[in-house]
């Protein structure tokens, strides 16, 4: 591993043509998806068809100097898929325990609460029970479009023309599609749930002009320029995210080697003390980085019939303004993206209207929990105005986790959860419920519907029942990072002092050995509020952990 290297390196704008652009950017304005999942027939032709694909590749760069394709090209590989490749065994043996076990190891698959109606054996995606067989899943391609026609187009790219349109026929890529998925992102920006998404992603360190505790302005892809804050929305070190640079525990983010390849056209390791047996080492990892995959399907109609049952135990009727706090409380968002820490009793719609037309997530998204000083309005150390158990403060609990929350080093309050971040990708499939796709002016509308309907003119391109998000978790540590957020902190139900207190919106709650998770929920003035009986309201329909090379290791893997 890279823990001894002498030096280590620093992510400079030099490097950005050698890191996919799904890394660092959302592509926010191709909001159409397709996920193909392939697997490898023919390696010899499978390299010849990865070489051309290359050239195709979306980067960092290609998106920083305004991408003006219609779709954007990505690619990544599962582990049965780099064993594939037929990389060296001294290779394989570099890269992450939990990469090489995968996502189907039966004591990671519970950690992860992926039990009872999510196990790893009824999933329609990745199912394990094929690994070993020529449904095997080896290679990810990810194909980001501004509109359906295209997305079209893009599959009607030679190159995607090539694959195997059904499994075990020939191609002229010696690669056959094992799994097709689709979704997109509605105008609303509201998730399955009616929440507004993708609001809250770290920044990464030498990809932006950007630094810790300094507000920037910064020219907007659409010419605008913007101030975003960095202040409680900080910049996180590169390491944290892309293979082979220094991470929040400044260390060197460990990353896949090649041993005793001097011509491979790699970035070299400077190891001291190596042994005489090796002659070089270098980088494969470099700009690389690991994804976790998750496909999951999200009951709309049993999360808002749970908080209509508990509008009417708690208030006597099912009125709307009352389902929709009770369901903030649970997210610690309004429907509309503004965070209660920022707005707790009431949504803010001017604001987060404000977000909007600026395309400036840092108006609702550089917020903290802990009280800074006299001049502070923010005093929530115990949750009155975003509970402790509320989604979004347990998977980013900011200045608020109880053994950093009262050091007079403001800074490092944050320290601890700088070490758990992930960069977050999803985008929805399924039909899209009335309040998604057009509600009369979205941000104002409460989310809160007495009833589900669909809009049947729109949809995410998908024939499946039901609705979810495909998410993507970017991070240089599966187990530190995605892992520990989903183990110690969204499925923990004593989380930061909490009792019986799982994540209502996507905890384990259907874990059958143990006691039923409930919400508390912390009031001025008064008793607190508990909800009851938590079903689960998000399961898990297929995963995978991959591997998202840089350019130079996709070359040397096209060889």
């Given at each position: ?273 190596m042994p005489s047996t090796v002659t070089s080492v270098k980088d494969f990892g470099r700009n690389g980085t690991y994804v976790v995959y998750r496909k999951l399907e999200q009951d709309r109609e049993g999360f808002w019939t749970y908080m209509r049952e508990q509008a009417e135990k708690l208030y006597g009727s099912a009125d709307p303004d009352k389902m929709s706090w009770l369901s903030a409380k649970c997210v610690g968002r309004w429907s509309s993206g503004v965070p209660l820490a920022i707005a707790p009793d009431e ?213």
């Amino acid at each position: 591993m890279l823990a001894q290297q002498k030096k280590i390196p620093t992510l400079t704008k030099e490097q950005w043509q050698d890191i996919q652009g799904f890394v660092v950017y959302g592509y926010g304005i191709l909001p159409y998806a397709r996920y193909l999942f392939l697997h490898i027939e023919d390696l010899s032709k499978a390299k010849a068809w990865l070489s051309k694909l290359v050239e195709q590749i979306t980067t960092v760069q290609q998106w920083y100097d305004h991408f003006d394709g219609n779709v954007a090209h990505n690619i990544a590989f599962t582990n049965k898929g780099v064993e594939a490749m037929r990389l060296s065994q001294s290779t394989l043996q570099t890269f992450s325990r939990e990469f090489t076990q995968g996502v189907y190891q039966e004591t990671r698959a519970r950690l992860l609460g992926d039990i009872e109606d999510s196990a790893p054996e009824k999933w329609t995606v990745c199912n394990p029970k094929h690994n070993g067989t020529n449904e095997e899943v080896h290679m990810l391609l990810l194909l980001n479009a501004n509109s359906k026609a295209a997305l079209n187009t893009g599959m009607e790219h030679d190159l995607i023309q090539q694959l195997g349109k059904t499994v075990g026929e020939p191609s002229e890529s010696g690669l056959y599609i094992v799994g097709d998925e689709s979704g997109s992102t509605p105008a609303s920006k509201k998730e399955p749930f009616g929440f507004r998404d993708g609001i809250s992603n770290p920044w990464i360190a030498n990809t932006r002009d950007l630094v810790l505790g300094q507000r920037k302005v910064v020219k907007e892809r659409y010419g605008k320029e913007v101030e975003i804050g960095l202040e409680d929305d900080p910049v996180i070190k590169s390491g944290e995210f892309i293979l082979g640079y220094e991470n929040e525990y400044d260390q060197l983010a460990s990353s896949p080697l090649v041993v005793n390849e001097a011509d491979a056209d790699l970035p070299e390791v400077d190891l001291p003390d190596m042994p005489s047996t090796v002659t070089s080492v270098k980088d494969f990892g470099r700009n690389g980085t690991y994804v976790v995959y998750r496909k999951l399907e999200q009951d709309r109609e049993g999360f808002w019939t749970y908080m209509r049952e508990q509008a009417e135990k708690l208030y006597g009727s099912a009125d709307p303004d009352k389902m929709s706090w009770l369901s903030a409380k649970c997210v610690g968002r309004w429907s509309s993206g503004v965070p209660l820490a920022i707005a707790p009793d009431e949504d803010d719609p001017e604001l987060a209207k404000k977000a909007v037309y600026e395309r400036n997530n840092s108006l609702i998204n550089n917020f903290h929990y802990i009280n800074q000083g006299a001049n502070d309005p923010i005093d929530d150390a115990v949750g009155t105005a975003c509970p402790w158990g509320a989604h979004i403060r347990r998977n980013h609990p900011r200045d608020s986790l109880i053994d950093s929350m009262h050091n007079e080093n403001i800074p490092a309050r944050f320290s601890s959860s700088r070490q758990h971040r992930i960069m977050r990708r999803s985008v929805s499939w399924g039909k899209l419920a009335d309040y998604q796709v057009n509600p009369p002016d979205f941000i104002e509308n409460k989310g809160a519907p007495l009833e589900i309907t669909f809009d049947h003119d729109h949809d995410y391109g998908s024939d499946e029942e039901g609705a979810g998000i495909h998410f993507f978790g970017i991070n240089a540590n599966i187990q530190r990072q995605f892992e520990f957020i989903m183990h110690a902190w969204s499925n923990d139900e004593r989380f930061n002092g909490l009792f019986d207190n799982k994540d209502g919106i996507i905890g384990d709650s259907d874990e059958p050995t143990k006691d039923p998770s409930h919400m508390d929920i912390p009031r001025k003035d008064s008793y607190r509020l508990r909800l009851k009986n938590f079903p689960r309201f998000v399961h898990v329909r297929g995963a995978s952990y991959l591997f998202m090379p840089g350019m130079a290791a996709l070359r040397y893997m096209a060889k």
